[in-house]
Each structure stands twice: as C-alpha cells, then as structure tokens.
C-alpha cells in the first residue's frame, strides 16, 4: 500500500499561485509515476500533471502547460504541484495519485489516491 497526503489547497484570487503538495508513504515501490488529478462540481475528474518517479519526466494537460509545474523530491517522498496565473475555471478539488503506470493521463491505471484538496479561485 502506498498512502497519499495532499496539502496547500486554499482560497485565491484569478492571476495568484498555489503550491501543492503530496506526502507519499509505504510501499512507495509500487509506482512508477505520479500525477495530479482534478474534480469540478458537476464534472468528472480530469488529468492535469503526472511526473515518472525515476527519470523526472513530466506531462500536462493542455488546460494548465505553461502556467502549472509538477516536481518531486526523491529523498522526501513528495510531489509538487506548482500553480501559477491561477483561472476562475481551475476551482476543483485536485487529488494526489501514484502507481504502475503506462498511460500517465489514465485515471484508472493509478492504484492510490489521496484525499484531495480544494482550490477554489475568485474571479
């Protein structure tokens, strides 16, 4: 089991920034990747950054490449989600996620899953 524990969701105003962050603990082998996912009211949950654990590589969404910045740190098991120049519609709670993953954009090939934080963003 590997057990995921998001952080640094908040209240922000259009045009501010956010970091995220994810704590990974136990069996943390078990992944090959980690991403962020998100969920609007009324809509389903949606890709938006994942980074491959050993060689760094990172992927995004269209929604958010350019403004949002995944990162880890090996030695502290954590993962970051850097969210700048922050929209209205980017208000959704964001979940943390980790696995044996192929297709980095595809909910279910990840097997943990945090609680998820809220972000909501002011216009």
């Known amino acids: 089991q590997v057990q995921l524990v998001e952080s640094g969701g908040g209240l922000v105003q259009a045009g501010g920034s956010l970091r995220l962050s994810c704590a990974a603990s136990?069996?943390?082998?078990?992944?090959?990747?980690m991403g962020w996912f998100r969920q609007a009211p009324g809509k389903e949950r949606e890709f938006v950054a994942a980074?491959?654990?050993?060689?760094?590589?990172?992927y995004y969404a269209d929604s958010v490449k350019g403004r949002f910045t995944i990162s880890r740190d090996n030695a502290k098991n954590m993962v970051y989600l850097q969210m700048n120049s922050l929209k209205p519609e980017d208000t959704a709670v964001y979940y943390c996620?980790?696995?044996?993953?192929?297709?980095?954009?595809?909910?279910?090939?990840?097997?943990?899953w945090g609680q998820g934080t809220q972000v909501t963003v002011s216009s």
């Open positions: 996620a980790a696995g044996l993953v192929v297709r980095v954009s595809t909910e279910r090939e990840y097997n943990y």
């Open positions: 136990g069996r943390t082998f078990s992944r090959n990747a």
């Open positions: 980074i491959r654990w050993s060689v760094g590589i990172t």
